[in-house]
């Protein structure tokens, strides 16, 4: 069951959509300081395969699945490490700010969105859903 109760000092929400989701080989459950899940949301995108992990372009027309968490601005650092945000126009990832539907209220989450240029022959995860596909993968 999400959690939804008040905390002290200023959070923001993170929507995760790849390695990052519990299970995954980054789980963000993981991370300190620890964050709390606020519950599960889709969000309109195309979904690519870049090998060990995934990259989302905002804007498809696919419902890429995904959880909602609040985190500490030492952890949004963190994942800022974790998808090498610089702030320059060639990086990998860029922070997005977008309203999602968690639990039938609107919150307002943190996106990581991958860099288009970096997508351009990589295959779509067409389900929208990272950690389906990889449970699909056939073993080496």
């Known amino acids: 069951m999400p959690d939804a109760s008040p905390s002290s000092g200023p959070l923001?929400?993170?929507?995760v959509y790849g390695t990052l989701r519990k299970g995954g080989s980054n789980d963000i459950?993981?991370?300190?300081?620890?964050?709390?899940?606020?519950?599960?949301?889709?969000?309109?995108?195309?979904?690519?395969?870049?090998?060990?992990?995934?990259?989302?372009v905002l804007g498809g027309t696919v419902d890429v699945v995904g959880e909602v968490y609040a985190m500490e601005?030492?952890?949004?650092?963190r994942l800022d490490a974790i998808e090498e945000i610089s702030g320059a126009p060639d990086d990998e990832y860029f922070k997005r700010e977008i309203a999602l539907e968690v639990g039938g209220r609107s919150v307002d989450c943190l996106v990581y969105e991958i860099n288009p240029s970096r997508v351009r022959s990589a295959a779509r995860i067409d389900g929208g859903d990272w950690m389906r596909d990889v449970a699909r993968a056939p073993r080496a």
């Open 73 to 77: 601005p030492a952890l949004e650092r």
């Open 29 to 56: 459950t993981r991370l300190q300081p620890a964050p709390r899940f606020i519950g599960f949301s889709r969000i309109a995108g195309t979904l690519y395969h870049l090998g060990a992990y995934p990259g989302l």
């Open 12 to 15: 923001r929400c993170v929507f």
